[in-house]
Nanobody, 127 residues
Framework: QVQLVESGGGLVQAGGSLRLSCAASGRTLSSYCMGWFRQAPGKEREFVSAISRSGGSTYIANSVKGRFTISRDNAKNTAYLQLNSLKPEDTAIYYC????????????????????WGQGTQVTVSS
């Protein structure tokens, strides 16, 4: 019902920045809470950030708080994750996901709450 495609990943030096995009097609993006997760080799998939349907509520993981910012532009059917002050430990495949939520202000933080997933984009941070 909705397809998600991530872009913007790449190789950067520690301290650098990247802007990840998640373009949606199908049902309008405003129908979903949008989230970002990441997974490094040998590690569990980790919640990074999410933003409610309305855009009025966000959650950010403690590991990236103060460095990453989530946003959305429903008119463009696109969600974003701004990555600043990148560290080598941020290296992972980053996935965007869409969740049907009970209310417009709800922010989903569990992987199991998300209905649709993108293919992921690789972020590599060198030291």
């Amino acid at each position: 019902q909705v397809q998600l495609v991530e872009s913007g990943g790449g190789l950067v030096q520690a301290g650098g920045s990247l802007r990840l995009s998640c373009a949606a097609s199908g049902r309008t993006l405003s129908s979903y809470c949008m989230g970002w997760f990441r997974q490094a080799p040998g590690k569990e998939r980790e919640f990074v950030s999410a933003i409610s349907r309305s855009g009025g509520s966000t959650y950010i993981a403690n590991s990236v708080k103060g460095r990453f910012t989530i946003s959305r532009d429903n008119a463009k059917n696109t969600a974003y994750l701004q990555l600043n002050s990148l560290k080598p430990e941020d290296t992972a495949i980053y996935y965007c996901a869409a969740a049907q939520t009970y209310t417009a202000g709800y922010v989903a933080r569990r992987s199991s709450e998300y209905n649709y997933w993108g293919q992921g984009t690789q972020v590599t941070v060198s030291s």
